[in-house]
């Protein structure tokens, strides 16, 4: 019985006596397979910040949460497959969440890519006004996390347009990789 004790001890909270646990995306951190890319520029009106990012593995799929915070009115849009090109002297390298074993990720990044974009975008937002922030996390998913998973070798495009004079943009990239079974 003491052993059995000692098993729920370890398992459930102390004060509600519920059963401790961590959200899947929690636990790829843990094991050294979340990342996170941040991408911040202040902009006038009509200014424009983007990120360019593309999966390079077959099977190792990006989980990403899209984060775009701005102090004044911007637009969002998100392309599935950009025309615009990577560079690479722009290169933004993802950080490992877990600083103890980091291993690096799949995902190259790139901030001002070249070129043009052709087509409509996939997704559009408009966030804030002319004095208020705006801060959205896009997605369409069916939980509160919001997690678009990313197609491998697709290149993507986002955008974040300000709206509006003196605007501080900032486009936050969370992402989990993770092998199919």
Sequence with gaps: MKNLQALFDIFNDGISKSVKTISYPHH?????RGFIVV???????????EVR????????KCHMVIHIEAALAATI???????KTYVLAN??????????????SILSV??????????TADFIQYIGSATANGKSDIGGGTTSRGEFILNPFTDYLITV??????NALTILL???EHIDN
């Design 28 to 32: 790829e951190i843990h094991d050294s």
């Design 39 to 49: 991408y911040s520029a202040l902009k006038d009106n009509a200014g424009a910040i």
């Design 53 to 60: 990012i593309r999966p390079n593995h077959a099977t190792r």
């Design 77 to 83: 849009q998100l392309w599935s497959e950009t025309t």
């Design 91 to 104: 290169n933004i390298e993802p950080v490992n969440r877990n600083f103890s074993n980091a291993k690096d």
């Design 110 to 119: 790139c901030h001002t890519p070249a070129g043009a974009q052709a087509g």
């Design 161 to 166: 347009t300000s709206r509006a004079n003196s």
């Design 174 to 176: 969370d992402w989990y």
